[in-house]
């Protein structure tokens, strides 16, 4: 069975610094990763992908994460926090069936961020 | 803008009432989800439609009943709720091919209250 494990349920960071938020992840073959991002009362939205092609994952404003198979990790990061990154993020893995995935989740950590 | 469209954003409703939920998607996705989540939890699963077809109910209890009734519209039928049904409900909907790499689209949800 697949699972993914956030390793912070919370993280504070300043405007201005480095986001680094961790996810470590189980899988039996090559997994195809998700990390999405939720404000408040929204759904969730998309950030980026990892789908075996680069390790590097560049995704939507200015976060990426990188792919370790040695250490089964998916970490996110950004190098400059905005106000506006303040959200719940998850850290996802797809397990595909035939025509639909089922999406294991994380529990998420939320992001805090002080001016 | 998200691009799966949930309609009603709120809904107060007593335990003997009758509602729907409702959902629209026009991405041409052939899979699609509905999700119940509490606060500071992430997503469960509770249906998957796959080529209108329903593939997955995770157990759901018979108060909640869904409806695929074309590609593009997904319902929840809601009937004799109980308080501990009040949560976010979430639809998502995903490429038909299974790939693990298509990820899941969500809407901004449906916030229900059960009273």
């Known amino acids: 069975a697949q699972s993914v494990t956030q390793l912070d349920s919370h993280v504070s960071v300043s405007e201005g610094t480095p986001v680094l938020l961790r996810c470590n992840y189980s899988?039996?073959?090559?997994?195809?990763l998700f990390w999405y991002v939720q404000h408040p009362n929204k759904g969730l939205q998309l950030l980026l992908k990892?789908?075996?092609?680069?390790?590097l994952v560049k995704g939507i404003n200015g976060f990426e994460a990188e792919f370790k198979k040695s250490e089964t990790s998916f970490h996110l990061t950004k190098p400059s926090a905005h106000m506006s990154d303040a959200a719940e993020y998850f850290c996802v893995v797809s397990d595909p069936d035939t025509g639909f995935q089922k999406l294991v989740f994380g529990t998420g950590t939320r992001l805090l961020v002080s001016p | 803008d998200t691009e799966v469209t949930q309609t009603p954003k709120h809904l107060v409703m007593g335990m003997t009432n009758k509602k729907s939920l409702k959902c629209e998607q026009h991405?041409?996705?052939?899979?699609m989800y509905w999700y119940k989540q509490k606060a500071k939890k992430p997503p469960e699963l509770m249906f998957v439609y796959s080529y209108e077809k329903l593939s997955i109910n995770e157990s759901v209890p018979s108060r909640f009943s869904p409806e695929c009734p074309n590609s593009s519209l997904l319902n929840l039928h809601l009937h004799a709720l109980q308080p501990e049904d009040s949560a976010l409900y979430l639809c998502?909907?995903?490429?038909?091919?299974?790939?693990?790499?298509?990820?899941?689209?969500f809407g901004d949800g449906t916030r229900l209250s059960i009273l």
């Open positions: 990892y789908t075996s092609a680069a390790t």
């Open positions: 998502a909907s995903s490429h038909g091919s299974g790939l693990r790499d298509q990820p899941q689209h």
């Open positions: 991405m041409g996705h052939r899979a």
């Open positions: 899988s039996s073959y090559s997994p195809s």
